[in-house]
């Protein structure tokens, strides 16, 4: 029993610190990067070759000799920022303060090129507003609702526009033609990254969970991949169990106005439970499959399954690789359950074999 409360505890403190590890920014340090975080950062100053971030806010403030391909919530290339080559970006806002030198594809809520901000070579977007005052040195193609050019505003080739096109159009050097056809769509190119990117985040958080389990409570988590070799189908019909069980009573709670807060907090230690059960589960079938080389190391059987569940959900047939992960889980619930109830039991076999304290021997004085 007391090892269950601990693990309780554990897990959830480590909730709290993935949570407080995402707020913190992440400065990019190596020279090719792939960077996640809630702030990820090039510093000024600072100097990479490539970049490829996954954050709420993406920073350049320094310089990328290569390419930039960003997703989040706001993407900036700040005054003193420089990118080298091309800039990949989707999100809510992008805004370009500093030099991009190559071309520029955005697919995002709004754009803006600042008074200081200069493309290299095309512009490319599909937003819902954009703002330019600063200097494009090729053709832009721009579909929006609005498209504001400011007094500042240059661009030194073609504009091809769909959308309200307002302002200073005499700072068009080439061409301005209307297309209704218009509509630049980044998201093919930009979807990969972010999917692939995400899911190594994933694969990272899960790992380090995985390994606070096997650190703290080697004896249970091994029981938890024994339970799954001897009795497989008994821990999956276990964990199909639990899987419908328990959203039927927590629905069921929170029917009755006093259940409700006894929902939400159920619905809190379900989720828990759910991805416990999951890093169990692909950590036990791994076991399972390594014992049958012979092979009995516990980090790797987590490392191979947790690695083994990431690519099955990339498979090309989504179907396939989901309906395996849910078997993995569906076992992984019902052995962590198992054992679960079996410390419970046991804790509870002891308090009830242990004598009350008028019966029992008092200790005899020397």
Do not use: K
Request: glycine residues 16%; charged residues 15%.
């Amino acid at each position: 029993m007391l090892e269950h409360d601990v693990l309780v505890r554990v897990v959830v403190g480590v909730l709290v610190a993935l949570v407080v590890c995402g707020t913190v920014p992440a400065t990019a340090v190596a020279q090719t990067n792939g960077q996640t975080g809630g702030t990820v950062v090039v510093e000024e100053g600072e100097t990479v070759d490539t970049l490829e971030a996954f954050g709420g806010s993406v920073v350049v403030r320094g310089t990328v000799t290569g390419d930039v391909s960003a997703v989040g919530g706001d993407v900036r290339i700040e005054r003193t920022g420089e990118v080298g080559g091309n800039l990949e970006a989707a999100g809510g806002s992008v805004t370009i303060a500093g030099t991009v030198g190559g071309d520029v594809e955005v697919g995002a809520g709004s754009l803006t090129v600042t008074e200081s901000g200069t493309v290299g070579g095309t512009l490319m977007a599909g937003v819902g507003s954009a703002t330019i005052d600063g200097t494009l040195e090729s053709d832009a193609e721009i579909g929006a609702e609005t498209i504001r050019l400011g007094e500042t505003a240059a661009i030194a080739g073609d504009l091809r526009y769909d959308g309200d096109l307002q302002g200073n159009t005499d700072a068009v050097a080439g061409e301005i033609q209307e297309d209704a056809s218009l509509g630049v769509d980044v998201a093919p190119t930009i979807h990969p990254f972010a999917s692939w990117l995400f899911a190594a985040y994933v694969l990272a958080v899960n790992l380090l969970l995985g390994a606070v389990l096997l650190a703290l409570f080697p004896r249970f988590s091994d029981g938890v991949a024994d339970r799954v070799a001897a009795g497989p189908l008994r821990s999956g019909l276990v964990g199909l169990g639990v899987f419908v069980g328990v959203p039927v009573i927590l629905i069921a709670l929170a029917i009755t106005v006093v259940g409700i807060p006894l929902s939400l907090i159920g619905g809190f230690v379900f989720g828990l439970l759910l991805w416990i059960g999951t890093i169990y589960g692909r950590f036990a079938v791994a076991a399972v499959l390594l014992s049958l080389l012979g092979v009995g190391n516990r980090w790797l059987a987590l490392v191979l399954g947790l690695v083994a569940g990431a690519l099955l959900s990339r498979l090309p047939i989504p179907v396939v690789g989901e309906a395996i992960n849910l078997v993995v889980l569906l076992l992984g619930l019902g052995a962590l359950v198992r054992g679960l109830v079996g410390n419970w039991r046991s804790a509870r076999n002891r308090d009830q074999q242990r004598p009350a304290g008028p019966d029992r021997d008092e200790p005899t004085a020397d």
